[in-house]
């Protein structure tokens, strides 16, 4: 029994989010419904969004140099038939391209093309008959339609560049923080600048569309991950249209711009990971198999935390069964973050050379692909004008290294110990996810080994968990024995309050006092211990 193929294409991105491919699928069935002397082959060629005036789609990878390359190895075998649409959606090349590229490989090889939307089968009789006056006249068509309209786009084109480089306003399809005119939506921009700020300090793109939905912004209202990715790659954020600079008026800073393309670029190497409720989750791990340990509730508060891969799947994930209280984890992170949120900061609040710096790197990675690329034509090519331009872009490279190394010995400030405790606490009382966040884009984590013992990362000594303090004769939890540089220390079961302190002082008593009324609750001070090695067998 013939088999029947069906060849699927449309030209732009775009129609992957109408019914242009679900409308033909749709005749597709309806023909074979009404031959059934045919069946259908389980393979379907497909061009999505590829241009049929441009010749993409019979290039190598294209789906119709597939169909092709089938037909001549003989997978598509003679009387067989091929179906489309339209004889358009085989393409709209000039005609004699049309026939000798496209049309005569497949009905040379006895193969028949059935357009879908008159119902009309063409076969190798048809290059000899009548058929063909009416193939040359639908080609014909389609490849003028297609002109035409690519020399108007063209031409349109080109006035508005015209336009936007000599500063006039254009009209063009806008972002949603712009207007048609090309101005900033007041309602819209904040949000916009708000999303640059959440992605680049480590908050996920889902999360980010989840908290622009619940804004109660009627435009905002449909916001997705994939819509956020693409505001974070458009550089009308920054007053572009296409190549030309200041043609709207910029929503975030190029320093900004250019920190959530080197996020983009740096996540894009990593495992993807899920943004927690809980600001812990994610930066308590397992030292055996490197899960997160995950929070277990009890009273509809946090009691302890665990190894999520051995909560699944017990030793046969993770030998790691330790489980930690609440407490113990919220006591290290207090003990060790200020410093690791302190860092984080650094790498988004930019100072004047830190923002020179960035640019300069962002510049230096476009010259050094632009660099690959022109070396490569270069020896192939052996063109003069390609050679000097390789030299004119390796000469400016050794201009921004050079400046590079020189910002490099400046070294960073930091914000110091009270201003990164106060915007610690600010976080955590507006925004934990966000503090959570940033402290991973540093991987800072508290590391859970077997035997209680844990480690921060990057400090040299570890801290050791003894166990819960009892009252005599009962099963009251008085606090947690801790054990760190050979002293004992006795916490707290108490959970310490995060203060809402306010603006930053220069007051050194006030500081202090806002050190001592943050730190962990202690119900015992440190004492010498003496340290068992058997603890950690």
Not at 57 to 79: M, N, Q, T, Y
Not at 159 to 170: F, H, M
Not at 194 to 202: A, I, M
Not at 386 to 396: A, I, P, Y
Request: glycine share 8%; aromatic share 8%.
């Amino acid at each position: 029994m013939p088999a029947a193929i069906p060849y699927i294409r449309f030209s732009t991105g775009k129609q992957k989010h109408g019914n242009s491919e679900e409308r033909q699928r749709q005749l597709v069935v309806n023909w074979l419904v009404q031959n059934p002397a045919y069946t259908e082959s389980d393979i379907t060629y497909k061009d999505l969004g590829k241009s049929g005036y441009k010749g993409q789609h019979i290039r190598d990878g294209g789906g119709f140099a597939k169909l092709l390359a089938a037909v001549e190895a003989g997978a598509i075998r003679s009387g067989d038939v091929v179906l489309v649409e339209a004889i358009d959606r085989t393409g709209r090349l000039p005609f004699l391209d049309m026939l000798n590229k496209v049309i005569s490989p497949i009905l040379q090889a006895g193969v028949s093309i059935v357009t879908l939307d008159d119902n009309v089968m063409y076969d190798s009789r048809a290059l000899e008959g009548g058929q063909l006056f009416l193939l040359v006249a639908k080609i014909q068509a389609a490849y003028g339609y297609s002109k035409q309209l690519s020399e108007r786009v063209t031409a349109s084109y080109g006035i508005r560049r015209q336009q936007a480089i000599e500063g006039k306003s254009i009209k063009r399809w806008t972002p949603i923080w712009l207007t048609v005119d090309g101005k900033l939506k007041g309602t819209i921009a904040p949000y916009i600048k708000q999303v640059f700020e959440w992605y680049v300090s480590g908050i996920g793109k889902t999360t980010i569309a989840n908290r622009l939905r619940a804004s109660g912004e009627v435009e905002l209202a449909t916001c997705s991950g994939p819509t956020v990715e693409a505001w974070l790659r458009n550089k009308a954020a920054i007053g572009y249209w296409n190549d030309i600079p200041n043609v709207y008026p910029a929503v975030v800073t190029p320093e900004l711009f250019i920190q959530a393309q080197q996020r983009k670029k740096a996540v894009a190497t990593k495992p993807r990971e899920r943004t927690s409720k809980h600001f812990l989750v994610g930066l308590v791990k397992c030292g055996v198999c490197g899960s997160n340990y995950i929070i277990h509730h009890k009273d509809g508060k946090p009691n302890n935390l665990r190894c999520g891969t051995y909560h699944r799947l017990k030793k046969a994930g993770c030998t790691n069964d330790e489980t930690i209280p609440y407490q113990v984890a919220v006591y290290i992170y207090s003990e060790t973050a200020t410093h690791w949120v302190d860092k984080a900061l650094q790498q988004i609040q930019l100072t004047v050379n830190d923002k020179r710096k960035l640019v300069l790197t962002n510049e230096r990675d476009t010259l050094t692909a632009s660099i690959t690329s022109l070396t490569e034509k270069a020896v192939a090519l052996d063109i003069p004008e390609l050679w000097n331009k390789l030299e004119e872009e390796s000469n400016r490279r050794k201009v921004v290294d050079d400046e590079l190394s020189v910002l490099e010995r400046t070294p960073d400030a930091g914000s110091g110990g009270f201003a990164a405790a106060l915007a610690q606490d600010q976080m955590m009382i507006h925004d934990p996810i966000q503090l959570s966040a940033l402290l991973r884009q540093v991987e800072y984590s508290i590391v859970v080994y077997p035997n209680k013992l844990l480690k921060v990362t990057g400090e040299l000594y570890p801290w050791l968990y003894l166990g819960p303090k009892r009252k005599p004769k009962s099963n009251v939890t008085l606090g947690y024995r801790m054990l760190y540089l050979g002293q004992e220390t006795i916490i707290s079961p108490e959970l310490p309050v995060t203060l809402d302190w306010g603006k930053p002082t220069d007051n050194p008593v006030e500081q202090m006092r806002y050190y001592l009324r943050r730190a962990y609750k202690m119900v015992s001070a440190p004492q010498p211990y003496e340290y068992d090695d058997t603890l950690t067998e």
